[in-house]
T-cell receptor
Framework: DVKVTQSSRYLVKRTGEKVFLECVQD?????MFWYRQDPGLGLRLIYF???????EKGDIPEGYSVSREKKERFSLILESASTNQTSMYLC????????????FGNGTRLTVT | RKEVEQDPGPFNVPEGATVAFNCTYS??????FFWYRQDCRKEPKLLMS???SGNEDGRFTAQLNRASQYISLLIRDSKLSDSATYLC???????????FGSGTRLQVQP
């Protein structure tokens, strides 16, 4: 069974803080993704990575950056957290692009006050 | 037209009912499709994959209509535990992987 682990289930941060969300997968998947999910807006892709040190912007990359130094780990960074980044953040991985389903971590609920 | 569109619901059905959701998509090159289930405040989990005309798994049947560009999910003999949001997922093409619909909420009532 694929396991995608997100480092924190709940986080509370202050406006302006730098925030790191970590994600690790144990199935040697090439692709990793960061989404955020908000009521009424569904899942929105922030960034994704298809190889170590490779990254591509998703639909809403503003205010975020990512890091993929190792194949199994994909980090999402909020450079200066703002209240509109309060959301559920979901990490996912897949073995190839396009036609394979994603496997999700159990999410990090981030509150920025 | 949005890449993936779903009726948000909610669909309120009694136990034992049959319920069907539709999902329309705009990328006609898509070869495979997925239905995910998401419980409240949990992550989405893969329910079914649809690679050809359809797929059946117990009480769940997914069908694909390429000509009209929609996929459907049929749930027979609904259980209380089927209450969840069902997400339709379509390959976007290229490296962007998958596009998620906004989900259809199902509430099965006793």
């Amino acid at each position: 069974d694929v396991k995608v682990t997100q480092s924190s289930r709940y986080l509370v941060k202050r406006t302006g803080e730098k925030v790191f969300l970590e994600c690790v997968q144990d199935m040697d998947h090439e692709n990793m993704f960061w989404y955020r999910q908000d009521p009424g807006l569904g899942l929105r892709l922030i960034y994704f990575s298809y190889d170590v040190k490779m990254k591509e912007k998703g639909d809403i990359p503003e205010g975020y950056s990512v890091s993929r130094e190792k194949k199994e780990r994909f980090s999402l960074i909020l450079e200066s957290a703002s209240t509109n980044q309060t959301s559920m953040y979901l990490c996912a991985s897949s073995p190839s692009t396009g036609e394979s389903p994603l496997h999700f971590g159990n999410g990090t609920r981030l509150t920025v006050t | 037209r949005k890449e993936v569109e779903q009726d948000p619901g909610p669909f309120n059905v009694p136990e034992g009912a049959t319920v069907a959701f539709n999902c329309t998509y705009s990328n006609s090159a898509s070869q495979s499709f997925f239905w995910y289930r998401q419980d409240c405040r949990k992550e989405p989990k893969l329910l079914m994959s649809v690679y050809s005309s359809g797929n059946e798994d117990g009480r769940f049947t997914a069908q694909l209509n390429r000509a009209s560009q929609y996929i459907s999910l049929l749930i027979r003999d609904s259980k209380l535990s089927d209450s969840a949001t069902y997400l339709c997922v379509v390959p976007t093409g290229g490296r962007r992987a998958l596009t998620f619909g906004s989900g259809t909420r199902l509430q099965v009532q006793p």
